[in-house]
């Protein structure tokens, strides 16, 4: 059995207008992420973080925000994609770890319905994974309520190889 790592990060800026996705759940809030998909920060990190496991490149490679066909699209639809590019390798998810970084809004009451919803696009348990919350302490774009920045770190494995 093959067993790798990946690692992804991700930022987007906080606007007016828009509406705040993270992990594929809509949290209620004033401000949303500005992107040219749903700006799902949560899921553009755990995307690269598979890519990356895979050696598949970055979610820009796959799905560019220059193309017309993804502009806002549900990021749950880029990380069925992403998958389905990792099972096509021989690849399988063991765990998933998110971080979010946000000053606010609070989503801890969210935390469990973003593991289901992110465990059921990628046909894993819950269990497999992880999303916690933390703040910056007021420190950097994060800290002054500017943007959201998300870190990923995902265990994929395969038995092909």
């Known amino acids: 059995m093959k067993i790798r790592t990946g ?13 705040l996705w ?8 004033e401000l949303g992420l500005l992107g040219h998909s749903d700006a799902d920060v949560a899921i553009h ?3 690269d973080a598979l890519l990356g496991a895979a050696a598949l ?3 820009g490679k796959h799905f560019p925000d220059n ?53 059921k696009v990628l046909n894993i348990e819950a269990d497999c994974v992880s999303v916690k919350a933390t703040t ?4 950097g774009f994060t800290g002054r309520e ?7 770190v995902v265990l ?3 038995t092909n190889h």
Do not use: Q, W
């Open 67 to 119: 193309d017309p066909k993804f502009s806002g699209i549900d990021s749950k639809i880029l990380l069925d994609g992403v998958n389905r590019l990792l099972l096509g390798k021989g690849y399988n998810i063991s765990n998933i770890d998110c971080t979010i970084s946000a000053e606010k809004p609070r989503i801890s009451a969210y935390i469990e319905e973003m593991r289901e919803t992110l465990a």
């Open 136 to 139: 910056t302490e007021k420190l």
């Open 7 to 19: 690692f992804g990060y991700d930022v987007h800026r906080l606007v007016a207008g828009r509406e």
């Open 57 to 59: 490149g970055d979610i």
């Open 45 to 47: 990190a755990i995307c």
């Open 22 to 29: 993270l992990c594929g759940v809509r949290i209620d809030h």
């Open 156 to 158: 994929i494995h395969s």
């Open 146 to 152: 500017e943007g959201i920045a998300a870190y990923a």
